[in-house]
């Protein structure tokens, strides 16, 4: 991914709203193009990234900005439908096939917990398939197999709402304290509601180009995709956790990272920044591991030392992460990297990573899929 440049970000604030997913999905693809200075028939092809919406949703959108007459592709890889169509887009440029790709993800989720995908049909029937139930099932095992307390995963909420009051994008911004989270009401053992994200509204999107068009026509190319690496479910990886088989698990996240920063030629140590998927606070804890932040089994004594916290040496989740923006399936990869966008080019204010330089963005979807994306400047 030596060649492909980040020429502009587009956002929309996630949140939840009184009009459609495609005046959402607008305002962000109107947002990207003029922070690209790009008009939208300079784009050669958009790939838009969505879970719920109808077919032609994002020729839906694109067409209340104008009608281009270049491809429009919908991608879909539930949580990970944002990353899959920036590892698309990249690829694509990476071929020669197309100069410039816009891609495009947007989310207007209904209420209450997501399920069914990835689960066969008695598993669904049978209550098996809502999501907090294996986020529970995962929470409870890293707390038997590891030092992690009740106490940690309250913590990694606070800290991440306690970035989110500097991000105008959030959905929530305001400070919780451990004690606030842990009497918040329960929902699925040990997991408590501010445990948890909630599924939201909202959009982001990157314009990406080949770096020599990019410096053609006078851009600002500093800021590239490093790599991507994309994984799903094999024979012995694991997706949702099976205690008795813990040690015979492997993670498709850290595969995934492990593509990603062989692609960049760089090592987790190189890395200034990370935002991953806080579907719940337990889901973070994991990520340290997975990602090579840790040694597994060191995940919460990381969390402790202040290292992922504004300030420390590895900073997870600044923007607020997903448990304060909320979740727009669609939205949320893409979502990650504006904000890693926003940190390497210094302009994030309050929550600003001294001397950022690469950032690493982590989705995990059901369906049993993961992608890693490491931007640098």
Known sequence: MKNVAIVGVGIHPFGRFDYGYRQIGEVAMRDCLADAKLQPEDVDM????????????GHNIVNRVRYIGKPIINVEAACASGGSA?????????????????????????????AGAGFENWQIESGLGVNPLYFSFQAQDLMRTTDATLEDLADVA????????????????REFTRGEVLASRPVCDPLTLLMLCTPNEGAAAVALMD?????????????????????????????????????????????????????????????????????DTASELIAYSDLGLCNKGEEAEL??????????????NVSGGLLSKGEPLGASGLGQVHELVTQLRGTAGPRQVKDARVGMAHVMGAGHNACVVVVQR
């Open 303 to 316: 969390l402790r030392s202040g290292a992922t916290t504004l300030g420390g040496s590895i900073p997870v």
């Open 46 to 57: 958009v790939l838009v990234a969505n879970v719920g919406a109808e077919m032609a949703k």
């Open 86 to 114: 920036l590892s698309l887009g990249a690829s694509l440029i990476e071929s020669g096939a197309v100069k410039t790709v816009l891609c495009l993800g947007v989310e207007k989720a209904p209420r209450g917990f997501i």
């Open 158 to 173: 606070v800290k991440n709402h306690g970035h989110s009051v500097h991000n105008p994008h959030a959905m929530y911004r």
């Open 211 to 279: 770096k020599d068009e990019a410096a053609k026509r006078g851009f600002d190319n500093s800021i590239r995709i490093g790599g991507i690496g994309l994984a799903s479910r094999a024979t012995d990886d694991w997706f949702v956790p099976a205690p008795s088989l813990q040690s015979e698990m492997t993670s498709i996240s850290a595969r995934a990272a492990d593509t990603a920063l062989e692609q960049a030629g760089m090592g987790v140590d190189d890395i200034d920044l990370v935002e991953c998927q806080d579907t």
